[in-house]
């Protein structure tokens, strides 16, 4: 039984693989498998290793050591040209002189295949993409998110096993980035390839990836839905990279099965849960802005509250964030949805107000 075929694996396996380049390992020993039909994020910042890994993949570059099979087969000896995979890139690479029709035709005729069959998988890409009515432009006519859905459709025209997208929405304004990432998962979903896909934008990779892995310094620290990875990070440095998040170093004063009691700077945190630790040893308390209240009136439960003065705010319409000053000097930042249009009792900066959250509301970190 190959790889492939054996019960749980992945339809694309990437086995123990290493990058060096001089002594430097970009990648750094990464294991992954990936289902089929997926839609897969590599998420981390600039120089973690996950467009390295992407290269590796398409074949740009070869592996120190390691396995990359797709489908059963192992990848190692193919040529990027003879791999069944492409890759759209942050740029697009479209040519400026082709129209839209003859871009994404170009691929299929470098293959030789039949004029009636380029014809019919041009138009039928066209339609996918929701681009006839520009088929005879060129690219410089076309939008960026056009150009954007263009370069998708040349990819997809090929029909690969496999799809890799090197920051594929980078290129686009923050409102068209966002309006994009649901039509692009549709497309991608209907065609039904496996996609692997690159990027730094936290948001984009949690609205387009059923799992994500956050690399860092050439390695996985963990993988996961985007849910999973958010509300139960597995160490700081994923809490931190994912999303806003309140970081409150503390020291495991009670430690029972159900529940531990954390002592920090500015609050006694019940959490209710138990940990694998000892009483005593220091813990991080990972804390959403989301998740935290703030009131001028003083919670009756002495757990989970602190006091603060806004030291800053930023509207954003749906929600406003404040900046809390506590006793300590540390700040503790706040995200509060904006349900009603006005308020009796609007808080303002140098307001005295009261934080607390729920017994469930924070993560232990103990890495």
């Known amino acids: 039984m190959s790889p492939a075929t054996a019960p ?12 060096d380049f001089g002594g430097f390992k970009a990648v750094n020993h990464v ?34 050591s390691g396995q990359i099979i797709l489908d059963g087969r192992d990848l190692a000896d193919l040529p990027p040209y003879q791999r069944p995979i492409n ?9 400026p002189h082709l129209t839209v029709w003859d871009n994404i035709a170009f691929g299929l005729r470098r293959e030789g295949l039949p004029k009636d069959e380029v014809g019919s998988r041009v138009e039928a890409m066209l339609k996918l993409v929701q681009l006839e009515r520009f ?27 496999l799809l890799l997208l090197d920051e594929p929405l980078g290129a686009l304004d923050k409102k068209l980035r966002e309006q994009t990432q649901i039509e692009l998962v549709n497309i991608i979903e209907s065609v039904g390839v496996t996609c692997v896909m690159v990027t730094h934008d936290q948001e984009e990779a949690m609205t387009m990836a059923s799992r994500i892995a956050v690399m860092s310094e050439g390695r996985f620290l963990q993988v996961g839905p985007p849910g ?15 999303g806003n998040v309140n970081l409150m170093d503390g020291t495991l004063a009670v430690d029972e099965p159900d529940h531990v009691i954390i002592d920090s700077a500015d609050c006694r945190h019940y959490v209710g849960h138990g940990i694998t630790g000892n009483e005593g040893m220091a813990v991080t308390v ?10 001028r009136q003083k919670p009756s439960d002495d757990f989970n509250t602190t006091r603060g003065t806004i030291k800053e705010m930023s509207y954003f319409g749906s929600f406003t964030v404040y900046h809390l000053q506590l006793a300590s000097g540390a700040m503790l930042k706040v995200s509060q949805a904006n349900v009603q249009r006005h308020k009796d009792d609007e808080l303002t900066w140098g307001d005295e107000v009261w934080a607390h959250w729920s017994r469930s509301a924070h993560i232990v970190l103990t890495q």
């Open 286 to 295: 990972a804390l959403r802005p989301e998740k935290i209240h703030v009131s």
């Open 8 to 19: 749980g694996a992945g339809y694309l396996q990437i086995r123990d693989v290493v990058k």
């Open 228 to 242: 999973e990875i958010y509300e139960t990070p597995s160490s700081r440095f994923v809490a931190d990279f994912i």
């Open 87 to 95: 890759m759209m890139f942050q740029s697009y690479a479209l040519f």
């Open 135 to 161: 088929a005879k432009r060129k690219p410089h006519q076309l939008s960026g998110g056009q150009q954007q859905r263009v370069a998708l459709a040349r990819s997809l025209a090929k029909q690969p096993q």
């Open 31 to 64: 294991s992954l498998d990936i289902a089929k039909g997926e839609i897969f994020a590599l998420l981390g910042s600039s120089g973690c290793g996950k467009s390295t890994l992407l290269r590796m993949l398409a074949g740009f570059e070869t592996p120190t």
